[in-house]
């Protein structure tokens, strides 16, 4: 009943949380970590108010800032990178907090352990916490102490930022008291520590000295006590390797002593560590009305090459097209102006649309030659056939998952915001949102008969769903923890869900009956999807392997090794021969689902690869990473087809319609329709 160290009573709090084991104290307080009864004993962190202060002003100043963390998790914790608010309330006239337990070390621990971070790992871990502060900073809230300890590696890789007791709200930069300092030594920069001022410039250049620390193994405090600020303009000596000179100068900018002089904002320093990617040269020649006769027939070729094989840009069949080619002759006149036609080096995009339809974009380069009279040489990349056509928007917080009706007319999509909405595909209009779920929604699934839809969820139910009327059907309850993925069979007879504890439920999807539980996985399941036959179940897990089940039976057929990370998301082709899986190693894999043998490994995203998704025709692969890149590949030789970067955080979920022709794509709270 009392704690061995300090002899404080050890009472289950409000007679559900119990702590087991001391984790430290510090200026505010002790923690603790518990255990939740209510919830089968899920682990949990108990923050008790015992300020180390003497003196009214600084009891009220710990009070406040206690209070404040409780209110900023209540804010943030929707995202599933900041721990969440389990409760706060005041018992025996003591303030307590219960927050999220995160399984994991914090990134100090991390250097102590394996050593110096090279600049690859440096840049994943930028990526992953800007992502996390891009959502602090939209809240109008400054952490104002980021430092390794205060970063947590979770169990499934993914890092989350902890400890918002000194956070602060945009809207008031200044401390009460002029000249407070708040932060810590080494990592907080000169406005924090002169004036207690803050701004989101503020938290980058904590990130910033957070990537230095990480990057040479020297606390910025050490360089800051013999050097002051000075060390920032020449942190590069104490590296122990090099980094390239584009991502020093991201972090010059990063740590720059004026905050005036640094990124002012995270899509700032995004853009600057994703360019844009060159684009691949090939000779091209735009056609001039005097080489085409008219009207263009809708399968010719209206832009062709000189030489062999010829690249064109053909005109779709399905579309109703009559322009002449003089239209395109008019475009093109009306972009090259008389005063600019006749210069050699123009630089230009050029758009060439028939009929109010882009064919092709393209940057060109004018090198000689007088249009209309003579064709125009450019220099060109391929085309795509695959064009961005909306963005929607809707949810308010991190949309977890995307599925497709069997119809091709209806997308649903699950979120954090702990709602479902369904859209028509073809319009980008909403239909209705469905709401129920009381915690994040991570996966939606829609039966093959295109009646129900299925959403798993943190608050570890599944509900189903009447997908025509957005009635709610019934409830599944039997998880003991976050339901993650969820999947129905092809005969529409049988759902199957994963969750975190490692355990994948099998239920009867017409009556709600549990049918059986699978065990093997020894941690957080993240994706499940049954073979086309219905005879196999496929499941990825944190365990970084792939188990292959005997959907009839619930017996393991085989484990699947080779991923050094954990595995995010498999899909299974349509002629059931083929497996795919995406992993935290940044690579995908292909299998023979037959047997098991790796068939090969591809590689090209700098990122974890979250989501992947089979074509319905079984040649094309899609991959979604953290980045936010999507690439495109030949399922069957490997081959990268292309990548496209219209993202602007991870992907976290694909699908691609029943007729093969739509590809839908999640970031952040908007959708992308392909």
């Not at 009472?11 to 307080?29: C, E, T």
């Not at 009447?466 to 969820?486: A, F, P």
Request: proline share 5%; net charge positive; hydrophobic share 35%.
């Amino acid at each position: 009943m009392f704690c061995s160290n300090c002899g404080v009573g050890l009472v289950v709090l409000r007679n559900r949380y119990r702590p087991i084991k001391s984790l430290g104290a510090g200026g505010f307080g002790k923690t603790y970590l518990a255990e939740d009864i209510d919830k089968l004993n899920q682990k949990c962190v108990i923050k008790q108010f015992a300020p180390q202060v003497q003196g009214t002003r600084e009891l009220q100043k710990a009070t406040e800032l206690f209070e404040q963390e409780a209110r900023r998790l209540e804010q943030l914790g929707e995202h599933p990178q900041i721990p969440t608010l389990l409760a706060y309330f005041k018992q025996d006239n003591r303030l307590y907090l219960v927050q999220q337990f995160i399984d994991g070390q914090n990134l100090l621990d991390e250097l102590k352990q394996q050593g110096i971070f090279n600049e690859q790992k440096i840049k994943e871990l930028l990526l992953d916490l800007l992502d996390i502060l891009k959502t602090v900073h939209h809240h109008k809230v400054i952490h104002r102490d980021i430092k390794p300890v205060n970063i947590i590696r979770r169990s499934d890789g993914k890092l989350v930022l902890i400890d918002f007791g000194i956070s602060k709200q945009l809207t008031a930069t200044v401390m009460t008291q002029v000249g407070t300092t708040i932060g810590s030594y080494g990592y907080a920069p000169l406005e924090q520590m002169q004036g207690g001022k803050a701004y989101p410039a503020s938290d980058l250049y904590s990130v910033s000295a957070t990537c230095f620390h990480l990057l040479s193994g020297i606390h910025p405090w050490q360089l800051w006590q013999r050097q002051g600020y000075g060390w920032v303009s020449n942190w590069r000596q104490h590296l122990q390797q090099p980094i390239s000179h584009a991502f020093g100068q991201i972090l010059d900018k990063l740590l720059q002593e004026e905050y005036q002089q640094r990124y002012q904002s995270i899509e700032q320093v995004l853009q600057d560590l994703n360019p844009p990617s060159p684009l691949p040269p090939t000779q091209l020649v735009i056609a001039t009305p005097s080489s085409r006769p008219s009207p263009l027939p809708p399968t010719q070729p209206i832009v062709t090459t000189p030489s062999s094989p010829p690249l064109s840009v053909t005109v779709p069949s399905q579309a109703q097209i009559s322009t002449p080619p003089v239209k395109l002759k008019a475009s093109l006149q009306k972009f090259f102006s008389p005063n600019t036609k006749r210069k050699k080096g123009l630089l230009a995009v050029v758009a060439i649309t028939v009929g109010g339809l882009v064919l092709t974009k393209f940057v060109s380069y004018v090198r000689y030659g007088l249009f209309p009279t003579n064709p125009i040489p450019v220099i060109a990349s391929k085309d795509s056939d695959v064009f961005l056509t909306k963005t929607l928007e809707g949810h308010s917080s991190l949309i977890r998952s995307v599925a497709i009706s069997p119809d091709g007319k209806t997308l649903a999509s699950g979120s954090d915001d702990k709602t479902i909405k369904l859209w028509n595909l073809k319009t980008g209009k909403q239909i209705r949102t469905l709401t129920g779920h009381s915690h994040w929604v991570f996966s939606v699934a829609i039966s093959p008969d295109g009646k129900t839809l299925a959403s798993g969820s943190i608050d570890d139910t599944i509900k189903l769903w009447n997908l025509e009327t957005g009635e709610q059907i019934r409830t599944l309850t039997g998880h003991s923890g976050d339901v993650n993925s969820v999947a129905i069979s092809p005969d529409g007879k049988t759902l199957v869900s994963g969750s975190i504890n490692g355990t994948i439920e099998l239920w009867n999807l017409e009556t709600g009956e549990q049918i059986r539980t699978l065990d093997g996985h020894s941690s957080n399941v993240y994706s499940v999807a049954i073979s086309p036959d219905g005879k196999t179940l496929v499941s990825g897990s944190v365990d970084k392997t792939i188990k292959l089940w005997n959907l009839k039976t619930g017996k393991e057929i085989r484990t699947l090794k080779g991923h050094s990370s954990t595995v995010f998301s498999v899909a299974i082709s349509p002629d059931g021969k083929t497996l795919v899986s995406g992993s935290g190693d940044n690579t995908i894999k292909v299998w023979n689902l037959e047997t098991g043998e790796q068939i090969r490994t591809l590689e090209g995203h700098s990122s974890s690869v979250d989501s992947v998704a089979i074509s319905p025709d079984g040649k094309t692969l899609v991959s979604g990473s953290r980045n936010g890149t999507i690439k495109v590949w030949n399922l069957e030789t490997g081959e990268q087809i292309r990548n496209l970067t219209e993202h602007s955080r991870g992907v976290n979920s694909l699908a691609i319609s029943p007729d093969g022709k739509t590809l839908v794509s999640s970031d952040g709270n908007t959708i992308k329709i392909w």
